[in-house]
């Protein structure tokens, strides 16, 4: 996944690019790059590899080594980003949210036009940054450019762009599946994947770019450069998982939405009984606890907190690239609370099930420190498509998916025809398919969010959001 963050500014804009980009270091662990413009100097760009260590320490620097009143920075977990281009069209730093499916065949498509060459990457790969400048370079206009580049790739791109006049550039992907947010001060105006980090800078929300608007930003004003269009497809998982609680995606925030997943999925085990004999409901840190607290708030079961995630020094787990190392950085940052434990009952809520390995190793730590009964809850439905829009996962293949596996194990391939009979928990195939992963994974029980009942604490009409990672629509 990734996050960018971007000012122009009648001062100096880095100490705000800084902070407000490392806002977004929930959004990626791998690259980092900030790219400034000084009217003397010229654009200017760093990049650094953040995997072992936090962009704050990599980039500390930065004050003193760059300067400019407008400036961008980016966090991915994709190719270093943003780039310096130089063409036809101007010079310009970008970088872009999102993901390039079809890649390979662009990059044919451009050598066959006319583009003499890329550069290659470890094992010949080309920076898909790179291949986005490519694609926009081939018109006549940034404009046109980007329109282009947006309706050739196969995925989804919002881009931010810092242009050698110092006006910034910014294109919301063509249907809008993830946030631009631009904000306002007296000295100038911010652009950011989350609302929360301009906010924290004296920054007022201004307003957000809808689906493949395009607008050109300076001290003196946002200039709309091409109107949003009406087909929305918001990645609904913004709101369940990878958003941060405190920010706001078309004007709902991501803490009361998941208080309300909560509520709704504990009024769901409240009708059929499921949530009886509980001691105390729980969250998976971190995301997994504001829907658990919801869940909590509704069932009046007491909320706790069994074990805490030791923070301070341990990378997030789930980013780094070996199963061995996540599992291993897993363990070591659960400190169980054994008074929440030994004897009890619990219930935990997650955000989502994907590969379910992680999880496994939590369930079997918590039997490990004396727990009488582990039920889980997913805040989400059953994860039965890997995304083809953004890279918030690793995942590269459906079938490392732990809901595909599962049916694999059950029915065969002749099962994924009835994928929605497996999601749904009043069929027989779907009472199999829980009763399978409860059996693999050590739970006493398993419920998922309805498709229905997340769709309805988002508060956002289906049609507006993207499901497909759940429900395979398009």
């Known amino acids: 996944m990734g996050g960018f963050f971007g000012i122009v500014s009648k001062r100096d804009a880095l100490a705000d690019v800084f902070f407000g980009t490392d806002y977004h270091s929930h959004l990626g662990t791998r690259r980092a790059g900030i790219a400034a413009f000084d009217e003397k100097i010229g654009l200017q760009r760093v990049i650094h590899n953040i995997e072992s260590t936090p962009f704050r320490t990599k980039f500390d620097h930065i004050l003193e080594d760059m300067h400019g009143s407008s400036a961008i920075g980016c966090i991915c977990d994709s190719d270093p980003q943003p780039l310096l281009i130089r063409s ?9 949210i999102g993901t390039i499916n079809n890649a390979d065949k662009l990059i044919e498509q451009c050598l066959e036009s006319g583009h003499e060459h890329f550069g290659a990457m470890t094992g010949g790969e080309v920076n898909t940054t790179e291949l986005l400048a490519a694609l926009i370079n081939q018109k006549k206009d940034l404009v046109e450019g980007i329109r282009f580049a947006q309706e050739s790739i196969e995925g989804s791109a919002s881009i931010l762009m810092l242009c050698n006049d110092g006006s910034l550039i910014v294109a919301r992907d063509k249907f809008g599946r993830t946030p631009i947010h631009v904000g306002k001060s007296e ?19 201004e307003m957000e770019l809808g689906p493949a608007e395009i607008a050109r930003i300076s001290c003196e004003g946002i200039t709309q ?7 929305k497809r918001v990645c609904a998982f913004l709101w369940s998982y990878y958003g941060y609680s405190t920010s706001d995606y078309e004007g709902v925030n991501v803490e009361m939405m998941r208080y309300r997943n909560g509520e ?4 769901a085990d409240m009708a059929t009984g499921l949530y009886n004999d509980i001691d105390y409901a729980c969250g998976v840190p971190d995301s997994g606890t504001p829907h658990a607290i919801g869940y909590a708030n509704r069932s009046r079961i007491p909320f706790a907190r ?16 070996r199963q061995a190392e996540r599992s291993r950085v897993a363990k070591m940052k659960q400190i169980p609370v054994k008074d929440l434990i030994e004897g009890k009952s619990l219930l935990f809520v997650d955000d989502s099930i994907v590969r379910g390995t992680q999880l496994k190793e939590t ?12 039920h889980m809850r ?23 998916l732990l809901g595909r596996r599962i049916i694999m194990e059950l029915e065969g391939k002749e099962g994924f025809e009835h994928i929605n009979e497996y999601s749904d928990s009043s069929t027989e195939r779907g009472k199999n398919f829980r009763k399978a992963i409860c059996d693999k994974l050590g739970f006493a029980s398993l419920e998922f969010q309805s498709l229905e009942g997340i769709i309805k604490a988002i508060g956002i009409d289906e049609s507006e959001l993207c499901t497909y990672c759940w429900s395979g629509k398009e």
């Open 306 to 321: 069994p074990f805490i995630k030791y923070t301070p020094t341990w990378p997030r787990s789930f980013m780094t690239a």
């Open 187 to 205: 000295d100038g105006y911010s652009v950011s994947f989350e609302s929360f980090a301009f906010e924290k800078l004296g920054y007022t929300a």
């Open 378 to 400: 997913s805040a989400c439905p059953p994860i039965m498509y890997g995304c083809k829009y953004l890279d918030f996962s690793r995942n590269r293949d459906d079938m490392e």
């Open 225 to 231: 450069l091409s109107k949003p269009l009406n087909k």
């Open 88 to 96: 036809h069209l101007g010079i310009y730093a970008l970088c872009f």
């Open 363 to 374: 369930v079997d730590f918590l039997y490990e420190n004396g727990a009488k009964a582990v």
């Open 264 to 267: 709704i999925m504990a009024e």
